[in-house]
């Protein structure tokens, strides 16, 4: 999460969407009363909050933290990501990080059982009224650092994006399509159809 008086943006930081990336190329340019939770995991330094403090914050969180005036004139910036790749990354990034959990479970089973999975939805959308300005897709993060260099100066070059790839090399399986199984796939439809539909994604 970026709370930015400086540029007056607002980035929702989702989960499994790169956003520790985002979070890491960005810092250098922020000013020193605006607010990033960082990474202590990716080595992304927190600023002016306590390290350790969840990153993983929706909207309506983020608006009782900073008060409604700013939140309501703020840009308000979020990355998505296809959710059938996304959960995938999910399950490989849990069974690295919590093997005494996961190391046994398969992937049908962690789709469709886990209260872990990558459902952002709750946090950029209410009752399907979407609460920021821009969602951008992690499959093109060229867009989203184009933004930030069109509207705010920050010139972030892809040579920097893709060498500051967090959480990178961790899946085994580099295509999503190869790992769900039908009843995965009709699950992940149901319940991210909100996003599929708002963002024209496709299996």
Not at 25 to 34: A, E, I, R, S, V
Not at 138 to 157: K, P
Request: glycine share 6%.
């Amino acid at each position: 999460m970026i709370l930015s008086a400086k540029f007056n943006f607002i980035f929702v930081k989702t989960r499994k969407t790169a956003g520790s990336t985002v979070e890491k190329l960005l810092y250098d340019h922020l000013g020193k009363g605006d607010v990033c939770t960082g990474s202590e995991r990716d080595r992304t330094p927190s600023l002016n909050i306590e390290p350790g403090t969840n990153g993983h914050l929706g909207c309506e969180q983020i608006r009782g933290m900073v008060g409604n005036d700013f939140f309501e004139n703020a840009i308000k910036i979020t990355i998505e990501r296809n959710p059938w790749d996304k959960v995938v990354s999910s399950y490989f990034w849990h069974k690295k990080i919590k093997p005494h959990i996961f190391s046994g479970m398969d992937f049908e089973e962690y789709v469709t059982t886990c209260p872990l999975i990558p459902f952002d939805e709750p946090m950029w959308s209410t009752n399907k009224i979407i609460l920021v300005d821009k969602i951008f897709k992690q499959e093109n993060l060229n867009e989203l650092f184009s933004f930030f260099r069109q509207n705010y100066g920050i010139d972030v070059g892809q040579d920097m994006i893709e060498a500051t790839r967090c959480k990178s090399g961790i899946r085994s399986v580099k295509d999503y399509r190869d790992l769900h199984t039908i009843k995965t796939k009709r699950f992940i439809e149901s319940k991210f159809a909100f996003s599929i539909e708002k963002l024209g994604y496709e299996y």
